[in-house]
């Protein structure tokens, strides 16, 4: 079991950074692949980045590659989202979420286990 809490969610212009951290219990963070997704309002919750287990690999969605970067660290249970150069259309809630794999994953149903979500909203 993993339970996640995400927080640094917030208001912001546009052209500015936010700082998204979620913080996992459970001894067993460091196997599990983690990433952000996020869903705007009346919309489909998308994938945003993810990690796998020694942070050595990375994946972005093409909306956010070059201003976001994901990263963690194992000894804290944490894993964040730095957001750089926010746009109006990167306003969304922000969810954390840990999959029980290897392999960096953008797939929704690979991920058992979800945060509660941060909201983000930048304005223009």
């Known amino acids: 079991q993993v339970q996640l809490v995400e927080s640094g969610g917030g208001l912001v212009q546009a052209g500015g950074s936010l700082r998204l951290s979620c913080a996992a219990s459970g001894r067993t963070f460091s196997k599990y692949v983690m990433g952000w997704f996020r869903q705007a309002p009346g919309k489909e919750r998308e994938f945003v980045a993810a990690i796998n287990w020694s942070g050595g690999s990375t994946y972005y969605a093409d909306s956010v590659k070059g201003r976001f970067t994901i990263s963690r660290d194992n000894a804290k249970n944490t894993v964040d989202l730095q957001m750089n150069s926010l746009k109006p259309e990167d306003t969304a809630v922000y969810y954390c979420?840990?999959?029980?794999?290897?392999?960096?994953?953008?797939?929704?149903?690979?991920?058992?286990?979800w945060g509660q979500g941060t909201p983000v909203t930048v304005s223009s």
């Open positions: 979420a840990a999959a029980p794999t290897v392999v960096v994953t953008r797939r929704r149903y690979d991920y058992d286990y």
